[in-house]
């Protein structure tokens, strides 16, 4: 396996190399990580990864190229690794907001560039990666859609879409995060102590999402399964969408995106 240099390894870019090494795709050898001051890469140098604080020598001779850093500090970055960037090398940018035109703009329009924007449970190895490119050949997508799902699962979608992506996966997380604690805080309500119905609360929605990622089924199928006439559960479901449920959820992640595109204007 080819070089891979990350860029910038703070929780996103050190996640995805664990993973990758994890998954046997790469060794922590042949994987080089980077940040402003070695000092900060000690654990991961003990590791086995190689660690550098130039960019630009890191970068060379590496397969992949996976720029891991804010937004605000792409451009900087880029400006130091454009003049040692081959046209072979593939770039992948995971900075929210960055076009795979931004990219080339710096880098060159020469350059193989490919978007990738995972969650925070990247941390974990359940990140959902929406990947997508400007015209990078189908080739190079699946070679970076094996990068990412090292660390979960991956869609592959239109680059005009990745801030839709932001909003439905990244800020996606926190949506999901306060409906699992409105459970709890409902468990508390009905009797039980708060601890108990966090745990209770955090399973039963892990059980719901594993359910349809197993069985490939429709979310309404399973509902289906679980209510009865005159029961409690359809009881339960009529009262949270007469209170708008469905709607508020809908409405917010409309609204999320509708701030991401205005953050990007």
Same mark, same amino acid.
């Given at each position: 396996?080819?070089?891979?240099?990350?860029?910038?390894?703070? #929780?996103?870019? &050190? @996640?995805l190399?664990?993973?990758?090494?994890?998954?046997n795709?790469?060794?922590? +050898?042949?994987?080089?990580?980077? /940040? /402003?001051?070695?000092?900060?890469?000690?654990?991961?140098?003990?590791?086995?990864?190689?660690?550098?604080? %130039? %960019?630009?020598?890191?970068?060379?001779? !590496?397969?992949?190229?996976?720029?891991?850093?804010?937004?605000?500090?792409?451009?900087k970055?880029?400006?130091?690794?454009?003049?040692?960037?081959?046209?072979?090398?593939?770039?992948?940018?995971?900075?929210?907001?960055?076009?795979?035109?931004?990219?080339?703009?710096?880098?060159?329009?020469?350059?193989?560039?490919?978007?990738?924007?995972? #969650?925070?449970?990247?941390?974990?190895g359940? @990140?959902?990666?929406?990947?997508?490119?400007? %015209?990078?050949? !189908?080739?190079?997508?699946?070679?970076?859609?094996?990068? &990412?799902?090292?660390?979960?699962?991956?869609v592959?979608?239109n680059?005009?879409?990745?801030? @839709?992506a932001?909003?439905?996966? !990244?800020?996606?997380?926190? &949506?999901?995060? /306060?409906?699992?604690?409105?459970?709890?805080? +409902?468990?508390?309500?009905?009797?039980?102590?708060a601890?108990?119905?966090?745990?209770?609360?955090?399973?039963?929605?892990? +059980?719901?999402a594993?359910?349809?990622?197993?069985?490939?089924?429709?979310?309404?199928?399973?509902?289906?399964k679980?209510?009865s006439?005159?029961g409690?559960?359809?009881?339960?479901? #009529?009262?949270?969408?007469?209170?708008?449920?469905? @709607? !508020?959820?809908?409405?917010?992640?409309?609204?999320?995106?509708?701030?991401?595109?205005?953050?990007?204007?």
């Amino acid at each position: 396996m080819s070089k891979l240099t990350i860029i910038g390894s703070g #929780n996103i870019g &050190f @996640s995805l190399a664990k993973g990758l090494v994890k998954s046997n795709i790469y060794q922590a +050898g042949d994987i080089v990580l980077t /940040r /402003r001051t070695l000092a900060s890469l000690e654990e991961e140098a003990k590791q086995g990864f190689g660690v550098s604080a %130039n %960019n630009a020598e890191a970068i060379q001779g !590496a397969e992949i190229i996976v720029l891991a850093v804010l937004p605000q500090q792409i451009k900087k970055v880029m400006e130091e690794i454009a003049p040692v960037v081959q046209r072979d090398q593939i770039i992948v940018s995971v900075a929210s907001g960055v076009s795979c035109q931004d990219v080339k703009e710096v880098l060159g329009q020469d350059k193989t560039v490919v978007r990738a924007m995972p #969650n925070t449970a990247i941390a974990i190895g359940q @990140s959902m990666t929406c990947i997508a490119t400007d %015209n990078a050949d !189908a080739e190079v997508v699946k070679k970076v859609e094996k990068l &990412f799902e090292a660390v979960g699962s991956v869609v592959v979608i239109n680059e005009d879409l990745m801030t @839709s992506a932001t909003a439905l996966c !990244a800020c996606g997380i926190a &949506f999901f995060l /306060r409906a699992i604690r409105a459970a709890s805080q +409902g468990g508390v309500e009905i009797g039980f102590h708060a601890h108990d119905a966090l745990k209770m609360a955090i399973q039963t929605a892990k +059980g719901a999402a594993d359910l349809l990622l197993q069985t490939h089924s429709h979310p309404e199928s399973e509902i289906d399964k679980v209510t009865s006439p005159k029961g409690c559960t359809i009881a339960g479901l #009529n009262e949270m969408e007469h209170n708008g449920l469905s @709607s !508020a959820f809908i409405k917010g992640i409309k609204l999320s995106a509708k701030k991401s595109w205005r953050s990007l204007q």
